[in-house]
């Protein structure tokens, strides 16, 4: 697999576990768990004093189902989504509230060098149920959503952002022609 670039750099997150380095590793845990593990630690207390709060942290639709080749940030943002179901069985007592948003196929920001290819767009477009890429909007709705009171009696709960591509990832398996739909 060939490397995408991050920042100008080696996208650290393309490693099997072998190939990711020491350092590789604990700079994508760092980033993509400890991160929100020093930002909740300081913001709970600040919930707990004011009584109570929402908590929404962000981990991805490869934190649910994994994916080759990426092996640190999956352990990274699969981490997101179990510790955000922590803090709502640890904090929900102070009515604290703890959901994550998990997004799929989003065409903004990091993506932009991966959606630059008209045929890599087209195909992974293909590949959503709703049939398009996710866009920073639909992410930015739900975490309104569930930060909202709306969403009260949420909690503990990964929302996959994903136009259904977590959910339908088997029907893009090759099937056995005995276990293929009728024409």
């Known amino acids: 697999m060939k490397a ?4 100008g750099k080696k996208d650290i997150r393309c490693d099997t576990v072998p190939e990711t380095t020491v350092e590789e590793w604990r700079r994508v845990i760092d980033v993509d768990l400890n ?3 020093y930002l909740c630690r300081a913001a709970i207390p600040v919930f707990e004093a ?12 490869i934190g649910t189902v994994g994916e080759t080749r990426r092996s640190a940030y999956c ?23 703890a959901n994550c948003v998990a997004p799929g196929l989003i065409d903004a920001g990091m993506s932009d060098a991966i959606y630059a290819d008209p045929e890599v767009r087209r195909l992974r477009s293909g590949r959503v149920p709703l049939g ?7 992410v930015a709705e739900t ?9 009260a009696y949420i909690t503990g709960q990964t929302l996959a952002v994903d136009g259904g591509i977590t959910r339908g990832a088997l029907n893009a398996m090759p099937r056995a ?3 293929a739909p009728a024409d």
């Open 177 to 179: 022609r005995s276990d």
């Open 4 to 7: 995408l670039s991050w920042h």
């Open 143 to 151: 975490v309104l959503f569930l930060g909202s009171e709306k969403a």
């Open 75 to 97: 352990a990274a943002k699969a981490g997101v989504e179990n510790l955000t179901r922590a803090m709502a069985l640890d904090h929900g007592a102070a009515g604290i509230r």
């Open 132 to 138: 398009r890429l996710g866009t920073a909007q639909d």
């Open 35 to 37: 991160g929100v593990f």
């Open 50 to 61: 004011a009584g109570g709060g929402a908590i929404v942290t962000v981990s991805s639709a």
